[in-house]
């Protein structure tokens, strides 16, 4: 580690942490929440990750049933479409758009900074998870990554919920390969083929090679889209 960077990572453990923001509810993005709340942080999300944090919620692609969150890592400040907060000389502006990779998904711009982060609306360069459990589907994504883009610039620097930090370009090219693949699937659903079908026909093999070696593979991703159409 630079030197640079431990004195930031010095710095950042020391001072007081005040708030922590969720961009969704998936158990990946909140795993924290417990220990960050305990350093004495207010949770800060959008009214459905409280919802889910709060019961029972199943996934069936996951083949897993999450039991509610302590107490203490559930969000305690919850909005529905608009947030903004004033810290440290920065405005964090905080927008829930709808549904789209779940029904509680945040995006955080710090306007100062110019920086905007997406959780898992932005799969920097792999293929993305789509939570139809909790009201994902590949429309949403695509309708929330198109707000999104309505509020960055080229400079902006855009942090996805995976996959390396991003700009615009990146973003864009997300989104076209996420219309793109929604055609070709909707096309061959429309045509009455069952999943099995779909996916044998590999509506998405012009991007595997880019975009499928994450834990989302082609075929997982084709029924993902499929499932949401
Ligand atoms: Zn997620």
Redesign the pocket.
Known sequence: MDGLRLWREVSLRNRPKRYLINT?W?W??TDGNGWVHSLGATIIAQENTLKRLFTTTRVEEWNYTFQPWPVGGRPTVTFKTDKTLKFDGETIVLKGFGPG??DSDVTVYFTKADVMSL??IFWNGVYP?I?SDTRGSIDGMIRLVNASLEHVTDKTIIIP?HGPVGNRAQLIEFRDMLVAIRENVARLKQQGKSLDEVISAKPTAAYDAKWGGFVIDPVFFTRLVYAGL
Do not use: A, E, R
């Open positions: 969704h998936h990946d993005h990779h779940t959780g898992d998870f939570d919920g």
